[in-house]
């Protein structure tokens, strides 16, 4: 009795560990969150980390780019993450 015994809890360990060690757990990624920062600032800041005149930056809401005479410079989100980033340095 004991004999059969070994091989069955062997069989059943062997499955258990291999349905376990498969199972997918689903991963969620964190939300980010939503950051409402709105164009003058962003003007504001470029002018700060450039000295180009807030007059002369333009934002283009086709393309989410900012432009200096006509010609793109930065997007919409790079500056937004650049600007988010100084505020929290300050705060540091």
Avoid: H, W
Wanted: net charge positive; proline share 2%.
């Amino acid at each position: 009795m004991q004999k059969e015994i070994i091989p069955i809890f062997g069989v059943a360990i062997f499955f258990m560990v291999t349905f376990t060690s498969c199972s997918k757990k689903e991963v969620v990624a964190p939300a980010q969150k939503a950051v409402s920062t709105n164009i003058s600032d962003l003007k504001t800041y470029f002018f700060s980390v450039s000295k180009i005149d807030t007059a002369e930056i333009r934002y283009d809401v086709k393309s989410q780019m900012f432009s200096v005479s006509g010609v793109d410079q930065i997007s919409m989100k790079d500056l937004t993450v650049l600007f988010e980033n100084s505020k929290k340095s300050k705060n540091d």
